[in-house]
Nanobody, 115 residues
Framework: QVQLVESGGGLVQAGGFLRLSCAASGSIFRGNVMGWYRQAPGEPRELVADITDAGSTDYGDSVKGRVTISRDNAKNTVYLQMNSLKPEDTAVYYC?????????WGQGTQVTVSS
């Protein structure tokens, strides 16, 4: 089992920035992918960004150029730096880890961007 604990959400004004963190613990194997997804009310969950333990990244189209994902493999922690935030970025942000057929989720952290 893997446990994911997110931190760093909150309320920010449009144009501002936030940094989310997610620490993983438990049975963590090499070759995993850690990432961030978000879900706004009434909307499906969507990919924000993910990163392999080798450092390859992928970003959702709506955040490209404004978001940077990084990870510290020694700490089993993934970070999401979000800049130039927009009200449409308001959502619950979920940390995710995938390995083989397994997928684990954090409890989510609320990000609210005021206009």
């Amino acid at each position: 089992q893997v446990q994911l604990v997110e931190s760093g959400g909150g309320l920010v004004q449009a144009g501002g920035f936030l940094r989310l963190s997610c620490a993983a613990s438990g049975s963590i194997f090499r070759g995993n992918v850690m990432g961030w997804y978000r879900q706004a009310p009434g909307e499906p969950r969507e990919l924000v960004a993910d990163i392999t333990d080798a450092g390859s990244t992928d970003y959702g189209d709506s955040v490209k150029g404004r978001v940077t994902i990084s990870r510290d493999n020694a700490k089993n922690t993934v970070y999401l730096q979000m800049n130039s935030l927009k009200p449409e970025d308001t959502a619950v942000y979920y940390c995710n880890m995938k390995w083989s057929w397994r997928s684990y989720w954090g409890q989510g952290t609320q990000v609210t961007v005021s206009s």
